[in-house]
């Protein structure tokens, strides 16, 4: 039988950066900006460098194993989103897939047409679409609550007719970390005529993805924090790719996975984002998550089940101590894994964000100040510059928490 809680001490004994000489002891908690790798990935990068790091593609010898090392990873990929062959772009970050994105999408639009970004979002997912105002188009914002830092969905009704082609959305900020109703949203946009963008970065690290139940047209995440190397994924749903005008080197137009990667990409941390995937099924095997019938994607989702739990009651330690002082939350206090994501950010009445930060570093904490290119959000919030973010995932543990709670008490 599959077991039924994750297995703490297993996980951790994956990541060689819990072992460090020099930073085993190091408590990480700005995983939103990045996460550790497990040595699925670390192995993998190191065999395309010692072994194969050549020209891919070629006959035989290194040319051809690094090819195929590549090719693995292309094949493994879209299970994390459950997505098919073909469907994924590898670009070297999100910020430039959306960069790109906006150009194809420009090419199949006309002057007049409504383009809907959030003040939620991380500035990857609203500056390169803002931008398209520059060419004629009317992009429209939906607002979050000043007060906290959510979005309405009632309020994107009022924006979207018959003019919308595209609405673009985080799946839960950076900040906020709330969930948005991304298939709602969806039906809503569809309904309109217009195509939505999903932003996943802040998601990705803590939930299978599933961008058939999701009904979106493009989702975007970021593997270097979702325990890889340092790309970024991109889905486009097969008829939306068909609008895409070609972004590559005109003689790749014809090949789908070229179409919206004009930069070449890494080819050693496409070969190593297999490990990600490598890691998700020796979770799996560890937990006997073996049931025959369970494809890669049942299997990767039933292993964020278990990542899900653990991660809902460091939030209920940290959301629960963080109610009783104060502070502002950015999103919702519920510590409830079908509500928000376990990156928690905040402001406090006692200390300044820089102030939290290093009184937490000075023992050994890592946590977050800053406004993590969510500007926007902060502006809205009429909060001055700065937020302390403390972002855990599933390789954090409750003692983790416990020990920074304790700083905290004294600083908050
Ligand atoms: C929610 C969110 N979206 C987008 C990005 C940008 O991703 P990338 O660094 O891959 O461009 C980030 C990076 O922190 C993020 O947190």
Redesign the pocket.
């Known amino acids: 039988m599959a077991a039924s809680q994750l297995d703490i001490g297993y996980v951790r004994s994956l990541f060689p950066a819990f072992h460090h000489p020099d930073w085993a002891e190091w408590i990480h908690l700005e995983n939103?900006?990045g996460s550790y790798v497990p040595r699925h990935v670390i192995d993998l990068l190191t065999q395309f460098y010692t072994a194969t790091k050549v020209q891919p593609y070629g006959r035989g010898g290194p040319s051809e194993a690094a090819g195929d090392a590549m090719d693995r990873a292309i094949s493994l990929l879209p299970a994390t989103l459950n997505a098919q062959a073909g469907e994924v772009h590898i670009g070297p970050?999100?910020?430039?897939n959306t960069y790109v994105l906006a150009n194809a999408l420009r090419a199949g639009m006309i002057e007049g047409d409504e383009v809907i970004v959030t003040n939620q979002?991380?500035e990857?997912?609203i500056g390169s679409w803002r931008r398209l105002a520059e060419t004629g188009l009317t992009v429209k914002e939906w607002s979050v609550d000043p007060e906290t830092g959510l979005l309405d969905v009632d309020d994107l009704e009022t924006l979207l007719n018959a003019r919308t082609r595209l609405v673009c959305v985080?799946h839960a900020?950076?900040l906020a970390g709330t969930i948005n109703p991304v298939r709602q949203i969806a039906d809503l946009v569809h309904t309109a005529g217009g195509l939505l963008v999903v932003?996943g970065?802040?998601w990705a690290p803590h939930a299978a993805v599933d961008v058939v139940d999701l009904d979106c047209d493009i989702y975007l995440y970021?593997t270097?924090?979702t325990y890889g190397p340092h790309l970024?994924l991109c889905y486009t749903r097969p008829e939306v790719l068909d609008q895409l005008a070609h972004q590559g080197h005109y003689f790749n137009a014809t090949k789908p996975t070229t179409r919206l990667t004009p930069a070449g990409p890494d080819h050693a941390a496409i070969a190593a984002a297999a490990g990600i995937v490598d890691y998700y099924e020796d979770l799996a095997d560890h937990h006997r998550i073996d049931d025959p019938d369970v494809d890669l994607v049942g299997r990767i989702a039933k292993v964020f089940d278990l990542v899900a739990d653990h991660e809902e009651r460091l939030m209920r330690e940290l959301l629960g101590f963080l109610a009783t002082k104060p502070i502002r939350l950015i999103g919702v206090p519920d510590a409830d894994r079908s509500l928000r994501a376990p990156t928690i950010a905040f402001t406090s009445e006692r200390a300044t964000p820089a102030e939290v930060a290093t009184t937490l570093a000075d023992v050994g904490i890592g946590i977050g100040h800053g406004d993590?290119?969510a500007r926007r959000l902060v502006d809205a919030m009429g909060i001055e510059n700065e937020v302390i973010r403390i972002s855990a995932v599933h390789y954090n543990t409750v003692d983790e928490i416990d020990r920074t709670i304790e700083v905290l008490d004294k600083t908050l």
């Not at 970050?93 to 430039?96: E, G, K, M, R, Y």
């Open positions: 939103a900006g970050s999100t910020s430039q979002d991380h990857a997912n985080t900020s950076n932003d970065v802040s970021s270097y924090k970024g993590f290119y």
